[in-house]
């Protein structure tokens, strides 16, 4: 594997080697099975999609279909070191669950969420007048898959009320590039936001 | 048999029988002094011996999983959809391995057979069979054949349950357990439906407290019945309506005002349970559905199916389908979380699909697409 994705790339040094990991909407398991190869990482990856579970199945990750708002029941308190969701929880019925969901069962978290802040979407809003759409959010708002959409303060704010502390934070364009100056304002010049974040 | 012979089939096979001639300890304290097992086998063994597939059947089915036995048969084995060159279970790649279960009434010893401590048929002497049982003179047949390691078992509802015994009972003589719409153990449900079929066949005035075939006939009308409530329990409320809606039978789809057949759903399963007392045997069903109903490896573990699971080294790939009623997708997520529980490798697919326990019998795409991916991840590790 040689080109991975540069946010999976930042979660991948995140993770220690050797854990064990959860991967919430895995996509074709390209994450774990880079973790697996390079990282000696185990774990199992839930995912929705069929076409999606045939691709884990010739990555060879181990893959269990699952609908994410049905819950994380079937997993015990503390079986994960992480627990990480790529560009899904705007995509979940309900966010703060999850959330809480992820540290029931691991004891850090890795999210990555498109930031509905960026300074792009808010002029949309303020000039247009319609509902924003950029290549982090490319769906008319009628069919978007992203129906909860929040900013970074939205984000950390929620943290906060959850007594969660946030470890780490990044933020990167659409193509998932780290710009320096991207870390000046972050919640205005951040196209996605990543976090790692543990239990207070 | 269709002429020309489709290139993904297996063609022309013939039926193998060995005799076992040590006695096999059942679950129930008795013994099979001897017995005989009959199977298929699909494919070649290759050298190491690494690329062998055990099929375990369900309920009703038999060594013949695939091909044809003559050019004059009109339908393949029972799982010819899925067995052959270049289909998901690739005889190409694979050696697969079919045997007809302990108590069946397809040439294995059963309830029709003779027994040699006395000279006559078993009839309802045949002792109670199990799930263990059966994985138990599986190994055996697996000995014979010179397999120590199947590279995969693979059952569909009651074989599955075989293929969670196996990897449970010889950890170390499978890679893979394919489970296919199945549940860890019967519902009070489940037994209730074998309950009301055993109960047809036993109350059948010609079950002759099942020495029916030393009076010369058989318990029809019971075993049809018993075939006819099974159907209604494999098909789901969405395919019968599909299937037959409300569609009359017969003249211009008058009502008759009689009880005769008005209805395309009861002419159906009229048909099935005709067509099953032709090839099947009543002595037979009843032992097949108690041993459904006896299945539960947690039993002796606290019923705490991780514990029972605790020492399996295979990987699991465990298959459900959303209409199926029998054995519903949340009886696999137990399987799947027991698994969890224990970190074991298991990926499990649920296949939206509308035909009820009877799809894990149909070529569903999204099915198939989840088996070949799986098994040729199988073959490759098998080096094949």
Known sequence: ?200 | MPKPLPADSVGLVTPRKHHFDQPLALDSGRELPEYDLVYETYGELNADRSNAILICHALSGDAHAAGYHSENDRKPGWWDSAIGPGKPIDTNRFFVVSSNNLGGCSGSTGPSSINPLTGTRYGPDFPMVTVPDWVRAQARLADVLGIERFAAVIGGSLGAMQALQWAIDYPDRLRHALLIATAPKLSAQNIAFNEVARQAILSDTEFHGGRYMDHGVVPRRGLALARMLGHITYLSDDAMRAKFGREPKGAKGKLSYSFDVDFEVESYLRHQGQSFVERFDANTYLLMTKALDYFDPAAKHGHDLSKALAHVTAEFLVVSFTSDWRFAPSRSREIVRALLDGDKDVTYAEIDAPHGHDAFLLPIPAYFDVLRAYLEQVAEEAGV
């Open chain 1, 1 to 200: 594997m040689s080109e991975l994705r540069p946010d999976l790339a930042i979660i991948s040094e995140w993770i220690k080697p050797g854990s064990r990991v959860l991967d919430l909407g895995c996509g074709d398991g390209t994450l774990l099975k880079y973790l697996q190869t390079h990282r000696q990482v185990s774990g199992y990856g839930l995912e929705i999609d069929p076409a999606n579970v045939v691709a884990c199945i010739r990555n060879r990750v181990d893959v269990i279909q699952t609908d994410l708002d049905a819950g994380l029941s079937d997993f015990d308190p503390d079986s994960f070191d992480y627990v990480v969701m790529t560009q899904t929880l705007q995509a979940v019925y309900q966010p703060h669950r999850l959330l809480r969901e992820m540290l029931r069962i691991g004891r850090q978290g890795i999210v990555t969420f498109p930031n509905f802040g960026y300074w792009r979407l808010r002029l949309q809003l303020a000039l247009k007048g319609r509902m924003p759409m950029s290549e982090a959010l490319p769906h008319m708002w009628y069919e978007t898959p992203n129906i909860r959409l929040f900013t970074l303060r939205d984000f950390e704010e929620l943290c906060r009320e959850q007594g969660i502390r946030i470890l780490e934070r990044h933020v990167l364009d659409h193509v998932h590039r780290r710009r320096a100056w991207s870390d000046l304002i972050p919640s205005l010049l951040g196209e996605i936001a990543m976090y790692r974040f543990e239990r207070k």
